[in-house]
């Protein structure tokens, strides 16, 4: 018997500190760690100790014994990794941390509180003595667990239980609905603690820089997934959904996400997910019964991940086809000859191919089709289609592939149109920013002025905003390690200056800036008012998004006979 690693991995890799035989890979400090889809484990070397199971956070680990016909291919995925990365005997040890050094006193602050800023904040509390305060311009924590993750993925959103048992802690403090660059300078927040670390995600998008981009009908992914998701800068967007196609341009997890929600079931959206409600209405009047994924480059260079396309084949509410023209040409021959192809991108061509041999009904479709760019979105008042230019993929010498424009292309009727194709940063007040690459400039999590790049004390950064938008929720663990590694460093060097102002001093700043600030257990409060209000209804939660809900369900948590009033 051995375990298997399944579809909801976060690559938070909890379950490699316990592995007592040390089977699960790629880990941390691995270079494949940062790249990679999912975690493996090997059914060779697993002892079937179960001590991962218990450890991982989203219930991504099952017996093989107990795998479903859905789970059964991640039975092979996970040895397949193996096939091509042998466990060596003298795999890295981790890195070294600075436990021997007192760091009593230090104190740091972080903005965000999203996973990035959650794993920093563990990594320094589990030093005795060291004391962060976590600042969110938002009145709810955890950032894209809550309002990015998809809301039929429950059981990633899970993670949040980790995030949770951190904010438990003593030497932790939460404060919420307080921006700092608004409510508080950056160089405020540099007087009152020996460090800062940036943790604001990228929430941001990139355009396609086409004609008609501006188009009523055309929006970025962002602000659909933002709109769903409840997120309260999106949730007053409004989206025609009364024509029968929309178009994705991009393919990544997110582009499946977005076509995944607007296709499936509304009974199951209801019931099954914390979908907004206002979303959910809208969803209910859809016409929408097809939509197109357009990805530049050929299936063996998709960007989403073989879990989430495994997961969207299993879907019982669509089918999936694949444009059937778009992979005539796509030299996958050559990448499937290479000695040197990981195995999931061998998978992600047969899962292509798989799907694209089946026949499959023409209702509520996802289709991908490849081998196409965004030229122009058509239309005069509003989206009518898009003209897609046709891409052809090239070997060069190094075997590298590249999408090149060729001269043909064909017009797409849709009503519809989401752009996908990567998100980027946003600039801080008092805080340097790279403009071009949409992040903080940082040498491994040390923020740099970019004119001189000269580093700047006591200021770091971790996640997206550090390292552009990549990797999974648990990617973050590792790269939040890194930062927080060098900033215990540079503690226990002296590099870092001690505080003018105590937390006594800021607390009375933010009682006059902010006297409306949330803390953690306030949010703990709003938090059971929407699972109460989920149960109630059916769902696992319903989400409080304005500012009145979730000021009224915190007054109604503390009168036992009061009843949510929703407006």
């Given at each position: 018997m051995t375990f298997v690693i399944l579809q909801s991995c976060c690559n938070e890799a909890s379950c490699v500190d316990v592995c007592p035989v040390d089977c699960i890979h790629p880990k941390p400090g691995e270079p494949a760690f940062m790249r990679a889809e999912m975690l493996h484990i090997d059914p060779t070397t697993c002892i079937d100790c179960g001590a991962c199971v218990d450890a991982c956070?989203?219930?991504?680990?099952?017996?093989?014994?107990?795998?479903?016909?859905?789970?059964?291919?991640?039975?092979?995925?996970?040895?397949?990794?193996?096939?091509?990365?042998?466990?060596?005997?003298?795999?890295?040890?981790?890195?070294?941390?600075?436990?021997?050094?007192d760091h009593a006193g230090l104190r740091v602050a972080i903005v965000g509180t999203g996973p990035s800023?959650?794993?920093?904040?563990?990594?320094?509390?589990?030093?005795?003595?060291?004391?962060?305060t976590m600042f969110d311009r938002l009145l709810t924590p955890y950032g894209l667990v809550r309002a990015g993750v998809a809301p039929d993925h429950q059981t990633t959103k899970s993670v949040t239980d980790v995030f949770k048992s951190t904010a438990g802690r003593k030497a932790l403090q939460v404060k919420l609905g307080v921006e700092?660059?608004?409510?508080?300078?950056?160089?405020?927040?540099?007087?009152?603690?020996?460090?800062?670390?940036?943790?604001?995600?990228?929430?941001?998008?990139?355009?396609?820089?086409?004609?008609?981009?501006?188009?009523?009908?055309?929006?970025?992914?962002?602000?659909?997934?933002?709109?769903?998701?409840?997120?309260?800068?999106?949730?007053?967007?409004?989206?025609?959904?009364?024509?029968?196609?929309?178009?994705?341009?991009?393919?990544?997890?997110?582009?499946?996400d977005v076509a995944r929600i607007?296709?499936?079931?509304?009974?199951?959206?209801?019931?099954?997910?914390?979908?907004?409600?206002?979303?959910?209405?809208?969803?209910?009047?859809?016409?929408?019964?097809?939509?197109?994924?357009?990805?530049?480059?050929?299936?063996?260079?998709?960007?989403?991940?073989?879990?989430?396309?495994?997961?969207?084949?299993?879907h019982p509410d669509i089918n999936v086809r694949v444009d059937a023209d778009s992979i005539v040409d796509d030299h996958v021959d050559a990448v499937l000859q290479s000695t040197a192809t990981e195995p999931h991108i061998r998978l992600k061509v047969q899962l292509a191919q798989d799907i694209s041999d089946r026949p499959g009904s023409e209702e509520t479709s996802i289709v991908l089709r490849y081998l196409s760019a965004p030229a122009a979105i058509l239309g005069t008042e509003k989206v009518e289609g898009i003209r897609l230019s046709h891409t052809k993929i090239s070997v060069g010498p190094d075997g590298a592939t590249h999408a090149e424009l060729t001269t043909e292309s064909d017009d797409l009727a849709a009503g519809l149109v989401l752009r996908s194709i990567g998100f980027k940063g946003r600039p801080l007040k008092g805080v340097p920013f790279d403009e071009s690459r949409g992040v903080i400039p940082n040498v491994d999590g040390r923020v740099?002025?970019?004119?001189?790049?000269?580093?700047?004390?006591?200021?770091?950064?971790?996640?997206?905003?550090?390292r552009g938008a990549n990797g999974v929720i648990g990617t973050n663990r590792k790269c939040a390690g890194d930062t927080v590694e060098l900033l215990l460093a540079d503690h226990a060097e002296g590099r870092l200056a001690a505080p003018a102002r105590d937390q006594e001093s800021l607390d009375k700043m933010l009682a006059d800036r902010a006297p409306d600030h949330l803390v953690m257990s306030d949010w703990?409060?709003?938090?059971?008012?929407?699972?109460?209000?989920?149960?109630?209804?059916?769902?696992?939660?319903?989400?409080?998004?304005?500012?009145?809900?979730?000021?009224?369900?915190?007054?109604?948590?503390?009168?036992?006979?009061s009843s949510l009033v929703r407006d």
């Amino acid at each position: 018997m051995t375990f298997v690693i399944l579809q909801s991995c976060c690559n938070e890799a909890s379950c490699v500190d316990v592995c007592p035989v040390d089977c699960i890979h790629p880990k941390p400090g691995e270079p494949a760690f940062m790249r990679a889809e999912m975690l493996h484990i090997d059914p060779t070397t697993c002892i079937d100790c179960g001590a991962c199971v218990d450890a991982c956070p989203v219930e991504a680990i099952k017996p093989d014994y107990e795998l479903d016909a859905n789970d059964e291919p991640y039975l092979a995925i996970n040895a397949a990794y193996f096939d091509r990365h042998p466990i060596a005997e003298d795999d890295p040890v981790t890195r070294a941390t600075h436990k021997k050094f007192d760091h009593a006193g230090l104190r740091v602050a972080i903005v965000g509180t999203g996973p990035s800023a959650f794993y920093a904040a563990r990594e320094l509390t589990d030093h005795k003595g060291v004391e962060v305060t976590m600042f969110d311009r938002l009145l709810t924590p955890y950032g894209l667990v809550r309002a990015g993750v998809a809301p039929d993925h429950q059981t990633t959103k899970s993670v949040t239980d980790v995030f949770k048992s951190t904010a438990g802690r003593k030497a932790l403090q939460v404060k919420l609905g307080v921006e700092v660059g608004e409510t508080i300078s950056h160089n405020e927040i540099l007087a009152h603690y020996h460090a800062v670390i940036y943790a604001v995600g990228a929430s941001g998008d990139r355009r396609m820089q086409v004609p008609g981009e501006d188009l009523p009908g055309s929006y970025s992914a962002t602000e659909f997934v933002g709109w769903y998701n409840g997120q309260p800068d999106y949730a007053d967007r409004e989206f025609d959904l009364s024509s029968e196609r929309a178009v994705v341009v991009g393919n990544g997890n997110v582009a499946l996400d977005v076509a995944r929600i607007l296709l499936s079931d509304k009974g199951q959206l209801e019931t099954r997910t914390d979908i907004a409600e206002h979303a959910l209405a809208t969803l209910r009047q859809s016409n929408i019964r097809e939509v197109v994924i357009v990805g530049r480059r050929g299936r063996a260079q998709a960007a989403y991940t073989n879990p989430e396309l495994l997961a969207l084949i299993q879907h019982p509410d669509i089918n999936v086809r694949v444009d059937a023209d778009s992979i005539v040409d796509d030299h996958v021959d050559a990448v499937l000859q290479s000695t040197a192809t990981e195995p999931h991108i061998r998978l992600k061509v047969q899962l292509a191919q798989d799907i694209s041999d089946r026949p499959g009904s023409e209702e509520t479709s996802i289709v991908l089709r490849y081998l196409s760019a965004p030229a122009a979105i058509l239309g005069t008042e509003k989206v009518e289609g898009i003209r897609l230019s046709h891409t052809k993929i090239s070997v060069g010498p190094d075997g590298a592939t590249h999408a090149e424009l060729t001269t043909e292309s064909d017009d797409l009727a849709a009503g519809l149109v989401l752009r996908s194709i990567g998100f980027k940063g946003r600039p801080l007040k008092g805080v340097p920013f790279d403009e071009s690459r949409g992040v903080i400039p940082n040498v491994d999590g040390r923020v740099v002025d970019s004119d001189p790049a000269e580093v700047l004390t006591g200021v770091y950064t971790v996640g997206w905003i550090k390292r552009g938008a990549n990797g999974v929720i648990g990617t973050n663990r590792k790269c939040a390690g890194d930062t927080v590694e060098l900033l215990l460093a540079d503690h226990a060097e002296g590099r870092l200056a001690a505080p003018a102002r105590d937390q006594e001093s800021l607390d009375k700043m933010l009682a006059d800036r902010a006297p409306d600030h949330l803390v953690m257990s306030d949010w703990n409060q709003i938090d059971k008012a929407e699972r109460s209000a989920g149960r109630a209804a059916g769902r696992p939660r319903v989400k409080f998004i304005r500012e009145f809900d979730i000021r009224q369900a915190l007054r109604a948590s503390a009168t036992p006979q009061s009843s949510l009033v929703r407006d």
